[in-house]
């Protein structure tokens, strides 16, 4: 009938409007935070991993080597702090850029990996009387495998409502598992090719947790799409790029897919159609970070500069220089902070948390 026209239409009409938000040249950025400036930190190795802000609790995660920690940006302070045995072996790097926060049943968690087997989920709470860390076991993953002590963990994701987990195990195997019946795995999938050992996040996951893409690492310029149901491995080659790091899904969507290489090249893929869409030089340096989210292709590069692309038309409408290397870049789906983190041997940014309007 011509009423439920009109309601459908009005409906249509008020979610649109829910939805709508500025666009990404009217945004403007200022300084938050910058943790070498400002907070005392246990940790004294010059490298951080990965930072990444929970804007619910204005809490920030701070991932290195062999350390983990969190500050309350309110504060400034660091409140809570654990040692990790991630690191490095003969094969690379593994378990770097894991950590995520996640709510489940309305309760708080920050996710970490803590040894090379392990991932522990901590509740987080008390954020009137002082934040409190505990580990809630039931969520405790532990790797086991017939590689004996080589066994591990290289990257963990989850996608984007943390009902699933996803792990890149022994170098070539992707396993899923479901968060709330964490430690059965769901489905295993070998992988045509083992990953490289990586500092940088080579591993990452579509919104929905249906594809996952690996950065073949350098001098590889191929990298691999995986249809996680289906088990398919797509792998797909770059005349462009002499490397393949850090992919990222534009939008979290399966369809394009951004890579960077080690001369400061990005290539867009769509992936759909198999072909490459747009190619770019970034930067005169490696690019060692990326992530997309509301029309933003963010691009942190070994020069410590953070570049920000709007992907409907590519061009670059925001830059900064950082002192701290591009290790590390986080974006959150609410476009209320952008986090640039990596190495810096003096120690001078560390860390910076960039506030969104």
Known sequence: SILREETF??????????????DVKDLQFHEVLNVGKEVSLSLTDARVSKCSVDTDSGLLGIEAESWFGVVDMNTKKEVWSLKRTNGSSSNGYFGMQTHAWLTIDKQKYVSVQTDRTKIQMFKVTGKTNGYKFKEDKKYQIVHSSDKGKDATINYCDFDEDFKHIFLVTDYCVLQKRAVSDIKTVISSIVLKERVSGSAYRNFRLSADGRYCTLGGGGSKPYFYVV?????????????YLGDTFVPCFINGSSQLIALGDMSGRIEVWDFEKKQSIKTFQASGSIISSSTSTNNILAIGSMDAKLRLYDVRNWECFYDKQFECKGNSLHLTEDLKYITFAGYDPAKKDRCVVLGIK
């Not at 239409?9 to 500025?22: C, G, I, L, Q, W």
């Not at 088990?231 to 797909?236: H, N």
């Open 227 to 239: 249809d996680i149901e289906s088990g398919e491995q797509c792998r797909l080659r770059s005349s």
């Open 9 to 22: 239409f009005r409906m249509v009409v008020s979610d649109n409007k829910e939805k709508k938000t500025k």
